[in-house]
């Protein structure tokens, strides 16, 4: 009799709802134990797993164990979400989110039930540079502007997260830095940009470089009737 009570035990605990995505718990959430759990006779079903989260677009695998019963086949699992416009579950158990917010699912099985809460938090749509196209010298450096956008419209921070730059053509404007291109010779490429496969590109031009001063020397002359004299002219750019 004991065997058979720590068997039920066991099998009661086996019931789990286990998202294949890293899930994390949120503090502000509902507490778990104010979801809807409904047992019938001797059977229960217990998730051991009460919050996971997710990203819009992102997809969950979610599965349960019921406990097995003598001579009849293996039971059916039915699966709901609460708001369906925040997170949609399919028969099979997939979760899928549509937009940030929270919902509870639920899975049923011979009229017993036992439910989680998900939060769905926003994730990244895309990324833009704040110009499409960029002009600059020869040996010239410049830093990219760009901003990454969620998926409710808001601006969003890209720290911690995998960011790469990439030009077409090095040897005309390589990318030497963190958002930063440097102008190696004269011609056009397109410079890249990359943030968790979401990506955005400006065209790039390498010019010569502008004229800023332009010095003659010497700068007083003096000659005769008939005379000549050699005067010479440097041209400088920004640096010099």
Not at 36 to 63: H, M, R
Not at 87 to 112: D, N, W
Request: charged share 15%.
């Amino acid at each position: 009799m004991r065997r058979q009570t720590s068997l039920a035990a066991a099998i009661i605990a086996a019931l789990s709802l286990v998202a294949v995505a890293c899930g994390e718990k949120d503090p502000s959430g509902p507490d778990a134990t104010s979801l809807p759990v409904s047992t019938g006779g001797s059977v229960q079903i217990a998730l051991t797993k009460k919050v996971d989260t997710l990203l819009v677009d992102e997809a969950l695998q979610l599965s349960a164990i019921l406990p097995p019963t003598p001579g009849e086949p293996t039971p059916s699992l039915s699966w709901t979400s609460s708001d369906s416009s925040v997170a949609v579950v399919t028969p099979s158990g997939v979760l899928f989110g549509r937009k940030s917010g929270k919902t509870i699912v639920t899975v049923t099985s011979r009229g017993v039930s036992d439910a989680a809460m998900v939060t769905v938090r926003p994730s990244l749509r895309y990324v833009v540079f704040d110009a499409d196209t960029l002009a600059l010298g020869q040996g010239q450096s410049v830093t990219l502007p760009y901003h990454a956008v969620d998926s409710d419209g808001n601006p969003m921070s890209v720290t911690g997260r995998k960011i790469d730059w990439k030009s077409n053509a090095p040897q005309i404007a390589d990318a030497t830095g963190v958002s930063t291109v440097t102008g190696v010779t004269l011609g056009s490429t397109d410079v890249r940009l990359s943030i968790d496969g979401k990506s955005a590109a400006m065209y790039v031009r390498v010019k010569q470089p502008n004229v800023s001063s332009v010095t003659i020397n010497p700068s007083v002359v003096s000659v005769g009737i008939g005379e000549q004299s050699q005067v010479t002219a440097t041209v400088a750019d920004a640096s010099g």
